[in-house]
């Protein structure tokens, strides 16, 4: 039976996914840690939850952050034995600190 009330945030597709937001950011505050850019607010919980419960609707700001680049991943050109065989001894000092 359905009541007319919303529940408490939407799920599956109708919901939008705050982590992918480009309005999306975690706030300094302890006690009110994650905020939206675009509307302006802090709040204890996820923005779009947020929305939900005040506006009963879904967020409708939900903007995709652009897809970051791959990260290359780091190949030395050479072998690491020949790096290491590379690098030259330094000079041991007999002093600790030198004044």
């Given at each position: 039976?359905?009541?007319?009330?919303?529940?408490?945030?939407?799920?599956?597709?109708?919901?939008p996914d705050?982590?992918?937001?480009?309005?999306?950011?975690?706030?300094?505050?302890?006690?009110?840690?994650?905020?939206?850019?675009?509307?302006?607010?802090?709040?204890?919980?996820?923005?779009?939850?947020?929305?939900?419960?005040?506006?009963?609707?879904?967020?409708?700001?939900?903007?995709?952050?652009?897809?970051?680049?791959?990260?290359?991943?780091?190949?030395?050109?050479?072998?690491?034995?020949?790096?290491?065989?590379?690098?030259?001894?330094?000079?041991?000092?007999?002093?600790?600190?030198?004044?």
């Open positions: 039976m359905n009541t007319g009330t919303p529940h408490p945030h939407p799920s599956g597709p109708q919901r705050c982590w992918k937001c480009a309005y999306f950011m975690v706030s300094w505050d302890p006690a009110k840690p994650y905020a939206c850019r675009l509307m302006g607010f802090k709040s204890r919980v996820l923005p779009a939850i947020e929305v939900f419960r005040t506006d009963g609707n879904p967020c409708r700001g939900f903007t995709a952050k652009p897809a970051s680049p791959p990260v290359a991943q780091d190949t030395p050109s050479m072998p690491l034995a020949a790096v290491v065989s590379k690098v030259k001894p330094r000079p041991h000092s007999t002093h600790v600190w030198e004044v």
